[in-house]
C-alpha cells in the first residue's frame, strides 16, 4: 500500500495510559509509525529505555500512576507543569485550581489533577489510548479539545462490562467510547460488542492484529520431535483457561496420542496450572517455559507441531498470528473475532469454549494426519501474508490517524 507521507511528518501523536516497556503489538506498533514519520510521545511512569529515546520523533511524558510515584520523581513533573505554564498559562490555572480544591484525603483527585498540569502544555495533534481502561484512567485529557482515538481489544469489551461488580467501569467506558472521535476495534466481533454497550459504529474501524511474516517465519525442516509437540504462548490468567487445555492434552495422551505440551508465559494462575498438572498426573508431558525472549519464542514456534488457543475471551489473538505466520496448524476456541482469523478446517480447527474433549479431538486429527498438518500450515502462513501482515496495519493506522486529522477540521 502506498502511504503519502507529506502529512504524515507533521503529526503528532500521544499516547496515553500505556505502561513500558509496552506490550509486543503495541511496540509493533509504536515502531511502525515512527517509521513512518509520525511522531510519538508516550505517557507513562516508567522511562523507556536509551534505545526508543534516542529514535527521532519519540519523546517520553513522564505520567504518574500513583500519589507515590509522582512524590518519588517530582523534578520531571514539575519540569513538565512549568512547560505548561509557559506555553498554555489558561489551562495551567484551570487545572491549578482544580489540584488546589482536591482535599487530601481525595489522592487520585489530586494526581488526576497534577496530571492534567503535565498534559495541558502539549502540542500533540491526537491522543490515543491503546486500551479502554486508558481513556477510563485519563479522561480527563479530553478537557484538551484534541481528537481522541480508543482502541477496544477483548476483555475490555466482551467481558468486563459485563461483571455486576464492574458497574463503575462499564459507565466509563461507555462514556468515553461517545467522547472519542474514532474507535479502533481490533475484530468485527469486537466491533459488534461495542455497538451493543452503544457506541455509534459509523465511527468504528477495524484494524486487525498483524505480525511480520518475515520474523515469524517457518522451519526450514519441519520439526521431528519424539512426541507430538503442541504449543501455548501467553499469561498464565484465567481467561486463558489453561485449566481446560490441560485437560484436553489428557484426553488426547488418553487416544492414543503421544503428545507434550509446552506452554511460555507466566501470571497469577500458575501455582492453579502446577496443581491441574499434578492432578492429571502430566507431570512428564507439560513443560511452563515461563516468560521468554521474542527470538525464543521464535525458535519454539519453528520446533512445534501445532498451535493451541485454550481461551475463553479474545479480540483476535496475536499468539495464534504468530504460530500461522511460522506454518503451524492452530486449534482455537470460537471466543471473540478468532474465526475471522483461522477458518475452521483450513488453517486449522475452531472449537467450542470449554469443550476439552472435542479440543482434543482436532488435536488428534492434525497429530495423525501429515498431509492435513502441512496444508493447514502452509494455509495458515499465506493468510498471514494476504491480511494479518504487519506493514498493511501500519498503513491502516496511518490512514486512521489521518481520517482523524480531516474530521478535525
Known amino acids: 500500500m502506498e502511504i503519502d507521507t507529506s502529512q504524515q511528518k507533521k503529526l503528532h501523536v500521544l499516547i496515553a495510559g500505556i505502561s513500558w516497556p509496552p506490550e509486543t503489538f503495541l511496540a509493533r506498533l509504536i515502531d511502525g509509525l515512527l517509521a513512518s514519520g509520525i511522531e510519538i510521545t508516550t505517557a507513562c511512569a516508567s522511562k523507556p529505555g536509551e534505545n526508543w529515546l534516542k529514535r527521532p520523533g519519540f519523546s517520553w511524558l513522564p505520567a504518574p500512576d500513583t500519589r507515590r510515584q509522582l512524590l518519588q520523581n517530582i523534578l520531571p513533573y514539575t519540569h513538565n507543569i512549568l512547560r505548561t505554564l509557559m506555553h498554555n498559562p489558561a489551562a495551567f490555572a484551570r487545572d491549578w485550581r482544580l489540584m488546589q480544591a482536591a482535599k487530601p484525603a481525595q489522592g487520585n483527585n489530586a494526581l488526576l489533577a497534577v496530571n492534567s498540569l503535565l498534559f495541558s502544555g502539549g502540542v500533540w495533534d491526537i491522543i490515543y489510548f491503546p486500551w479502554n481502561s486508558s481513556a477510563i484512567q485519563y479522561e480527563q485529557l479530553f478537557s484538551l479539545d484534541l481528537p481522541a482515538v480508543i482502541s477496544c481489544r477483548g476483555s475490555q469489551i466482551n467481558i468486563a462490562p459485563h461483571d455486576p461488580t464492574r458497574r463503575a467501569f462499564k459507565v466509563g467506558l461507555v462514556r468515553t467510547l461517545n467522547k472519542a472521535t474514532l474507535v479502533h476495534c481490533v475484530s468485527n466481533a469486537i466491533l459488534d460488542e461495542a455497538a451493543k454497550l452503544g457506541m455509534d459504529p459509523a465511527k468504528a474501524r477495524v484494524i486487525r492484529p498483524a505480525v511480520d511474516p518475515q520474523v515469524f517465519t517457518p522451519p526450514e525442516h519441519l520439526p521431528n520431535n519424539n512426541r507430538f509437540a503442541i504449543l501455548s504462548t501467553g499469561s498464565l490468567i484465567w481467561r486463558k483457561d489453561y485449566q481446560r487445555a490441560l485437560m484436553a492434552i489428557r484426553h488426547l495422551v488418553d487416544l492414543g496420542v503421544d503428545a507434550e505440551y509446552h506452554i511460555i508465559g507466566d501470571g497469577p494462575e500458575r501455582q492453579q496450572v502446577l496443581y491441574t498438572i499434578q492432578d492429571l498426573d502430566l507431570n512428564n508431558r507439560v513443560i511452563l517455559h515461563g516468560q521468554m525472549a521474542a527470538e525464543e519464542v521464535v525458535k519454539q514456534l519453528q520446533n512445534a507441531d501445532a498451535f493451541l488457543l485454550s481461551s475463553l475471551s479474545e479480540g483476535i489473538s496475536n499468539a495464534v498470528l504468530e504460530a500461522?505466520?511460522?506454518?503451524?496448524?492452530?486449534?482455537?476456541?470460537?471466543?471473540?473475532?478468532?474465526?475471522?482469523?483461522?477458518?475452521?478446517?483450513?488453517?486449522?480447527?475452531?472449537?467450542?469454549?470449554?469443550?476439552?474433549?472435542?479440543?482434543?479431538?482436532?488435536?488428534?486429527?492434525?497429530?495423525?494426519?501429515?498431509?492435513?498438518?502441512?496444508?493447514?500450515?502452509?494455509?495458515?502462513?499465506?493468510?498471514?501474508?494476504?491480511?494479518?501482515?504487519?506493514?498493511?496495519?501500519i498503513a491502516s493506522w496511518v490512514n486512521l490517524f489521518s481520517e482523524v486529522m480531516e474530521r478535525a477540521k
Do not use: Y
Open 324 to 393: 500461522m505466520s511460522c506454518s503451524l496448524p492452530i486449534v482455537t476456541t470460537d471466543c471473540g473475532g478468532m474465526r475471522e482469523a483461522v477458518t475452521d478446517g483450513v488453517e486449522g480447527f475452531v472449537v467450542p469454549i470449554m469443550d476439552h474433549v472435542t479440543m482434543a479431538e482436532a488435536m488428534q486429527k492434525i497429530a495423525t494426519d501429515r498431509t492435513k498438518r502441512i496444508s493447514m500450515g502452509m494455509a495458515g502462513r499465506e493468510k498471514i501474508i494476504s491480511g494479518f501482515n504487519l506493514s498493511d496495519q
